[in-house]
């Protein structure tokens, strides 16, 4: 079992060479995704950097390789296409907005047969954007939808983990056919690819791979249309992300967010991004909410931000490992704390999208 305070513990160890202080420390690694045995997260570096980083990126791939019980590891370097400051500002500037949704109101990427498209985010990651896709996904299904989910979490693909699902998907009539788990349609950037083939992964390419599972999937037909996809998208407001939801259709998005001000400060990013695109963000959810993290922060941002707070979900082991085993905590404790608040949930995004 591989504990995400140790993994950090390894990848302090290693040292920035900008900053000389640990890669975690310094907010090098990014979107850390711990599960039992596996870790990865992602290098975001200027163009010129990556030779610097290059050995920073080997010595923690070792580093985690050596660490008991890992199997999988997934450090991704990638390099942005304009240095790093600029791009933040080229993230959210009128320009990236320019084509964004309000001018483009009809998206030539709408996956067919698919009613509504909602996505997950979140400013950072490891704060639980998967786990509240998946379930979020579960309790949509238990109010007798039709329902999809999506990951195109490109640094840290965790649905074949928390559906228990692997193998690729079938191809049939031209189309890629969805996993079937748990009464839900599952696609992952995991089942298609190898996570450690880091190249794959940067910024253009992954946004050409999402796209391509969103629209040439078959998540429904003309007789039983998909009612609502799912879509775990990758953490933070960085290229990928802006590509992505400048192509996809997205009728809403649910933000999460832990209760500490570092992780609100990203979903508060998050949601102006979303909202200078044109997509309704639907609400907030506080994850990890209690002793260790506080509490509250979440539904006091959602007011300051004008938006929906949807709930918090405690901190609770039995989410882990559910998530561990491949089965989402909603459905195996239907009459538990987590899925009564994944069900209030669902039941204001199902309003919100008109299901
Ligand atoms: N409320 C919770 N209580 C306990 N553990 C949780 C909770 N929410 C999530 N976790 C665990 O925290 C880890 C990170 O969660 P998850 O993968 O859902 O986050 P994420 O935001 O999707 O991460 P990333 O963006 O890095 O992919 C997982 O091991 C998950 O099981």
């Not at 498209?117 to 639980?128: C, Q, R």
């Not at 500490?260 to 909202?275: G, K, N, S």
């Amino acid at each position: 079992m591989i504990d995400r305070d140790a993994v950090i513990a390894v990848l302090d160890a290693i040292s920035d060479p900008r900053t000389g202080q640990g890669i975690v420390a310094s907010g090098l690694a990014k979107g850390l995704t711990v599960t039992s045995d596996r870790a990865g997260f992602v290098i975001e570096v200027a163009p010129g950097d990556t030779a610097l980083y290059a050995p920073v990126r080997d010595a923690a791939e070792a580093a985690l390789k050596a660490m008991p019980g890992m199997t999988r590891v997934s450090v991704v370097l990638s390099a942005e296409a304009v240095p790093a400051p600029a791009r933040r500002g080229a993230s959210l500037s009128p320009a990236a907005v320019e084509q964004g949704r309000p001018k483009a109101p009809v998206p030539t990427d709408r996956p067919a047969h698919v009613r509504r498209v909602l996505a997950i985010a979140s400013g950072k990651g490891g704060v639980g954007k998967s786990t509240v896709a998946v379930n979020l996904a579960c309790a949509l299904s238990a109010r007798g939808l039709s329902v999809g989910i999506l990951d195109a979490d490109v640094y840290g693909p965790s649905l074949p983990t928390m559906l228990g699902l692997s193998g690729k998907p079938g191809y049939e009539d031209g189309a890629m056919v969805p996993h079937e788990a748990h009464g839900l349609k599952a696609m992952s950037v995991g089942l298609l690819t190898q996570a450690t083939d880091a190249m794959v992964w940067r910024g253009p390419m992954a946004s050409q791979a999402i796209t391509q599972m969103l629209t040439q999937t078959r998540w429904g037909t003309s007789e039983a249309p998909l009612d609502v996809l799912v879509v775990d998208l990758p953490p933070g407001t960085g290229d990928v992300q802006l590509t992505l939801i400048q192509k996809t259709p997205l009728d809403g998005v649910v933000i999460v967010s832990t209760p500490q001000e570092v992780a609100l400060a990203d979903a508060r990013r998050a949601h102006t991004l979303f909202e200078k695109v044109g997509v309704p963000t639907l609400g907030l959810i506080e994850n990890m909410s209690g002793d260790i993290f506080g509490r509250g922060g979440a539904r006091a941002e959602a007011e300051r931000l004008g938006v929906a707070f949807l709930g918090e979900l405690p901190l609770d082991a039995s989410l882990r490992e559910g998530g561990d085993a491949g089965r989402p905590t909603t459905l195996a404790v239907p009459e538990g704390v987590v899925a009564r608040c994944f069900a209030a949930v669902a039941a204001r995004v199902s309003e919100a999208l008109k299901l």
